[in-house]
C-alpha cells in the first residue's frame, strides 16, 4: 500500500508546474497549490510581508507534498476512509476540495445510506463508506471514479470556459477525465466514441 507521501508526490506530479490560467477559478497555482491556500497559510515564502504570485512561483515540490498531506489529507480526516478510497478522494480533495466528499456522499445515497451531502467527512459518512468497502472494495472504488468523472462532465456542461479541461482540442479527452479514469479499472474507461459523443452537444 501506498504511504501518504508517495500518494502526495504523484498528485504534484499530476498537477504540474506554475499556471495562473483565467478560466481557472483557483488563479494562480503551483504544483495544485493555489495562491488562496498560501495566503490562507500565511505562505510568504518571499518575506516581502505579502502573499502574490511571486510566493506561487517560489513554491517547491516538496512544500507542497507536505501542504497536501497536512491540509488536505491529515486534517480532512481521509485516513479514516477506507484503504481503497483513500488515494482517489485525496487527490479529488486537492483538485476540488469539499465537493470530494460530497461526491461521495451522494454516491453512497446512491447506495442506500441516508447521509447529508454537506462535503463534510464526519462519522457517518466514514461508517457508510467502510459499509460499502466490507461489501464491494474494488466495486467502491471504480464507482467513485465513475462519479468524479460524470462530475466533471457536468461542471464542464454548466461552465463553458472549462470545457478545455474535459475535452482537448481535437476532440478527444481532457485531463480532469483522464485523470478521473487513473483510479478507475480499464474495463470501465470511456471509449473514444463514448467520450466525444458525451461532449457532442458543447460548442
Known amino acids: 500500500m ?8 504523484e498528485i504534484v506530479a499530476r498537477e504540474g508546474g506554475y499556471v495562473n490560467d483565467l478560466a481557472d477559478p483557483g488563479g494562480a497555482t503551483k504544483y495544485g497549490v493555489t495562491i488562496a491556500t498560501m495566503r490562507r497559510l500565511g505562505l510568504d515564502l518571499t518575506r516581502d510581508g505579502v502573499v502574490t504570485e511571486a510566493d506561487v512561483r517560489a513554491l517547491t515540490q516538496e512544500q507542497a507534498v507536505q501542504i497536501f498531506v497536512t491540509e488536505y489529507f491529515e486534517r480532512t480526516g481521509l485516513a479514516r476512509l477506507p484503504d481503497s478510497l483513500q488515494a482517489t478522494v485525496f487527490d479529488m480533495y486537492v483538485n476540488a476540495g469539499s465537493n470530494a466528499v460530497r461526491i461521495l ?22 461508517a457508510a463508506s467502510h459499509r460499502a468497502a466490507q461489501t464491494a472494495p474494488d466495486h467502491l ?7 468524479r468523472r460524470n ?9 463553458p470556459m472549462s470545457r478545455k479541461y474535459a475535452r482537448r ?6 485531463g480532469w477525465i483522464l485523470r478521473a479514469e487513473e483510479f478507475i479499472a480499464p474495463k470501465y474507461h470511456l471509449t473514444e466514441g463514448a467520450h466525444r459523443a458525451r461532449v457532442a452537444s458543447w460548442a
Open 2 to 9: 501506498q504511504t501518504v507521501q508517495e500518494i502526495a508526490r
Open 151 to 159: 462530475y466533471y462532465y457536468a461542471l464542464a456542461d454548466a461552465r
Open 169 to 174: 482540442r481535437d476532440g478527444g479527452k481532457g
Open 105 to 126: 456522499q451522494r454516491l453512497l445515497n446512491d447506495m442506500g445510506e441516508s447521509l447529508v451531502v454537506d462535503g463534510m467527512l464526519g462519522g457517518l459518512t466514514v
Open 141 to 147: 472504488r471504480d464507482a467513485y471514479g465513475i462519479a
